[in-house]
């Protein structure tokens, strides 16, 4: 392996020693701890994964965790009305809907019935204007981590070809905005996209986004390039990305690993968010709707 390692996990403690201290800072100003509610619709094992990590995340830095599993079969009216019970608490300062929802319910209309002032994920329209307008106050986490990620290990984005596959709400869209703001060229690729080789190739900074497993292989990068994995697929029981790492390491400058890499950086940013929700709200006062 010729590559850097972007190694997320280690990044990832370093962010949440970080968000340690300045939760306790914040405990000692005004006696509280920000909390972060989630609401688990169908306990499916992968999800019950995903949720069971973000709280030992939130432990370990002293944010308060509220998980709330509902059966499979739950109606979309009665997601609303735990949205709105959560909404009014004061102990919870940040919330999110743990994704996919079942097919009976809206996830449009879910993400929309969340407060602006505790969507942890960034993904309201309100916070996604915001970021589209390039002033962000709370950006989706993993499009953030990454953005994190390339930063503090030396790699500049200013003025660089950025290739990101997938136009999803949740990483695409969302990180060519973020892209943009820090002055790169992006374009964004999708199952659409004619000549997908040629134009990734053409990238000093390669994202992918697919969900197809080792998608990318070393035909779609040229030598040199930054490779972001952001694929999380279970191939023979085991995690792999949407990039062949093998044989793509050999001639990129620096890469993602799965696990390890964008992952832990989401998770790290899901605290962030919600300290900042909790600042915005404890400290400055904000109105409980927007």
Aim: proline share 7%; with cysteine; charged share 25%.
């Amino acid at each position: 392996m010729t590559a850097m390692l972007l190694d997320g996990k280690a990044l990832a403690q370093k962010v949440r020693n970080r968000l340690k201290a300045r939760i306790a800072d914040l405990k000692k100003k005004t006696g509280e701890a920000p909390g972060l509610a989630y609401l688990v619709v169908d306990n499916d094992p992968v999800s019950a994964h995903y949720v069971a990590g973000k709280t030992r995340a939130c432990e370990e830095v002293g944010v308060k965790s509220f998980v709330y599993p509902y059966p499979a079969d739950m109606s979309e009216r009665a997601l609303l009305e735990r949205i709105d019970e959560l909404d009014i608490r004061p102990d919870v300062h940040g919330m999110l809907v743990q994704l996919p929802l079942p097919p009976q319910i809206n996830v449009h209309a879910v993400l929309e019935h969340i407060n602006p002032d505790k969507d942890a994920d960034g993904f309201h329209p309100y916070n996604r204007g915001h970021l589209f307008s390039a002033s962000p106050s709370i950006a989706p986490c993993t499009p953030k981590g990454i953005m994190l990620l390339l930063k503090e290990n030396g790699i500049e984005v200013a003025g660089k070809r950025v290739v990101i596959l997938g136009r999803s709400l949740v990483v695409g869209r969302p990180l060519s905005m973020l892209m943009l703001g820090a002055d790169a060229t992006v374009t964004i690729c999708h199952r659409k996209t004619r000549n997908l080789p040629e134009i990734t190739r053409s990238a000093e900074i390669l994202v992918a986004a697919i969900g197809q497993p080792r998608f990318v292989t070393a035909e779609h990068v040229s030598p040199g390039a930054v490779v972001v994995d952001v694929g999380i697929n279970v191939v023979d029981g085991k995690l792999t990305g949407d990039v062949d790492f093998d044989a793509v390491s050999e001639i990129a400058s620096a890469i993602s690993p799965v696990p390890g890499g964008v992952g832990p950086m989401t998770v790290a940013m899901l605290i962030d968010n919600t300290v900042s929700l909790f600042e915005r709200r404890v400290l400055r006062g904000r109105p409980e709707k927007v």
